[in-house]
């Protein structure tokens, strides 16, 4: 099993992530279902390829995407699942630092804006509203995927 999480700026509706989740991950839309639907089904003969929860904020950080699914995404293909996220989206879309992930100090984040720059950001809230502090400076996308491909990234 393997766990994801996107955070949009903007709030989305469920059926849009799963539009564009389905689209982007070559899943049928019928194969996306809740995350209690994807555990409950786990072990039966039509099993889900992937459990979805949307949920939606005020302020902030306004939709978060979390989803489960047997199939690993590369630090890469996650990190350009969420620039793909935020072009169709036109919005920013923040991830987990892939890039320089760490065991022990949460809170370090990526964010991909819509014109595809990629900045590191530390989480400022995470109570009522999720809020990001981004670092100045940031790279384009295409140079961190390559530094990702780098040996010893």
Do not use: C, H
Not at 19 to 40: K, N, P, T
Not at 98 to 110: K, R, S
Not at 133 to 149: E, F, K, N, T
């Amino acid at each position: 099993m393997n766990f994801y999480e996107l955070s949009v700026r903007t709030l989305l509706s469920e059926e849009q992530v799963r539009q564009f989740l389905a689209a982007r991950l070559g899943v049928d839309l019928q194969r996306i279902g809740s995350e209690a639907d994807y555990w409950d089904r786990l072990k039966t003969s039509a099993p889900l390829m992937l459990g979805l929860t949307v949920l939606g904020a005020d302020e902030g950080y306004r939709t978060l995407v979390r989803w489960v699914q047997d199939a690993e995404l590369s630090p890469g293909a996650l990190l350009t699942l969420a620039a793909e996220a935020a072009r169709a989206f036109v919005t920013e879309v923040a991830i987990a630092d892939v890039v320089e992930p760490t065991d022990f100090a949460v809170g370090q984040y990526l964010i991909v804006s819509p014109d595809g720059r990629v900045r590191k950001a530390f989480e400022t809230e995470n109570s009522a509203r999720f809020e990001l502090q981004p670092l100045p400076g940031g790279a384009p996308l295409d140079d961190v995927l390559r530094s990702l491909r780098q040996p010893g990234a």
